[in-house]
């Protein structure tokens, strides 16, 4: 960033030229207006910053001298001043000041000045944009602008062709004509992107158009286009709506990312990685209504490691939690997607099947219940007892009630001896039936 500072008290000269120079910005300083356009006359600024009082004339009178100017009307004018004057404020802005602020608070001026030079440096900017044009010329010079700040532009002619793309291709901003030739519509294109259940609902969308219509234009809001540019588009403008657009989008990203990290986290158990009790005792009752009104087969298996205590006496929990993360690894693995594989509590793990019969159920139990036997988890010895129960097909049972079964079947395995399946049909539990 390169800034001209027109400052008569070489004391804020200094100051000011620390601050930018500390933003690794080019400072060139004076305090008179005339000199002032001396040198504007011979070097190019990316922005003004002027006092209120000048040396020669003041600082209002010389920010409208400049705007009066078109090579001007675009440079952003910032000025420093200590007066309180709301009236002086006021004329001040109406000469073409961008922004005032006060001399006693310069670390609010800096800040501003931070985000500035990122603004005119490029920075902060980055992403894919579904391009749709039908006139070469126009591409070209959009192009030109989005390009060199870090945006990859994929051009369409046409709305059929962009709207293909976005099956295999991710974008953070749709940019488009109105009037697109043959075919659909700019307007057309918005509707398909912004209709009920469309996934590319929250893809922010700028449309651009030479014909500018105060109808079209409420239409497109209506439909929620993001923003609406009239052509001929500022370089600067463009800039600045596709930049804050593209950083909006990648902020809900982030902040939509975290929730899902924390919804998983929620219903994760950490040490092991299965689905933890409050994610079963959410889930698993809808599983049991939803295969209780189809009538379809659903199973459950609760798995019970054997004598774990004395393993964590003899080893250390060290050890215990090397053994508990090796069975659930074993345990999800041998799940299909649609099972439930989950960490109960301590050493006692649940697994829902649906559509899994009670003799399916038997047969899976008995091959975890094998497989445990020869893991030996961190290199200790370990065997676990199973308790399964199914939900007949001929009544509703609730998931609770299939939770006490499979609990009194591990019950009875551990009776039996341990290291072995046992099968409890609902009906067995006391009070079961609804």
């Known amino acids: 960033m390169k800034a001209l500072v027109i400052e008569p008290s070489k004391l804020y000269q200094e100051i000011l030229t620390q601050t930018l120079n500390g933003l690794d910005s080019e400072v060139v300083c004076t305090g008179r207006a005339d000199e002032a356009k001396d040198i504007m006359a011979s070097q190019v600024f990316d922005c003004l910053i002027v006092s209120m009082l000048l040396g020669d004339i003041a600082g209002p009178i010389f920010c409208a001298q400049v705007r009066s100017e078109r090579r001007y009307s675009q440079l952003p004018i910032f000025m420093l001043t200590a007066s309180q004057d709301k009236s002086a404020l006021e004329d001040a802005m109406k000469s073409g000041i961008t922004e005032i602020f006060h001399k006693d608070d310069l670390s609010i001026f800096r800040n501003y000045l931070c985000t500035f030079e990122e603004r005119i440096e490029g920075k902060g900017v980055s992403g894919t944009v579904l391009y749709v044009e039908d006139c070469p010329v126009i591409a070209k010079i959009t192009k030109h602008i989005l390009e060199p700040i870090g945006l990859t532009l994929h051009h369409f002619i046409n709305a059929e062709d962009a709207i293909e793309s976005l099956s295999s291709q991710a974008y953070d901003l749709i940019l488009t004509d109105v009037i697109l030739g043959k075919g659909m519509s700019g307007l057309g294109l918005v509707r398909a992107l912004r209709s009920e259940n469309s996934p590319y609902a929250e893809i922010p969308i700028i449309v651009m158009t030479g014909a500018d219509d105060t109808a079209r234009r409420i239409e497109f809001l209506h439909f929620g286009v993001s923003d609406y540019l009239s052509k001929p588009v500022l370089k600067e403008e463009l800039l600045l709506r596709v930049k804050n657009l593209i950083t909006h989008k990648k902020l809900l990203d982030k902040i939509k990312s975290q929730e899902v990290q924390l919804r998983r986290l929620a219903m994760t158990d950490q040490l092991t990685g299965l689905k933890n009790r409050h994610y079963l005792m959410s889930e698993g009752p809808a599983r049991v209504s ?56 301590g050493e006692e793990f649940l ?57 009194k079947a591990v019950y009875q395995s551990k009776s039996s001896g341990r290291n072995c399946v046992t099968v409890c049909a609902v009906t067995d539990v006391e009070g079961s039936f609804i």
């Open 290 to 345: 939803q295969s209780n009104r189809h009538k379809l087969p659903l199973s459950m298996i609760m798995v019970d490691l054997d004598w774990f205590k004395k393993i964590n006496d003899d080893y250390g929990h060290e050890k215990g939690d090397g053994v508990l993360s090796e069975v659930g690894e074993l345990l999800r693995s041998s799940c299909r997607n649609e099972d439930i594989s989950s960490r109960f509590g």
């Open 351 to 407: 697994l829902l099947l649906p559509h899994c019969n009670e003799t399916d159920a038997k047969v899976m139990a008995e091959r975890l219940r094998e497989k445990i036997e020869v893991l030996k988890p961190v290199g200790v010895l370990i065997t676990a007892s199973f308790g399964v129960a199914s939900l007949p097909l001929d009544r509703s049972y609730t998931f609770f009630q299939l939770f006490s079964a499979s609990d």
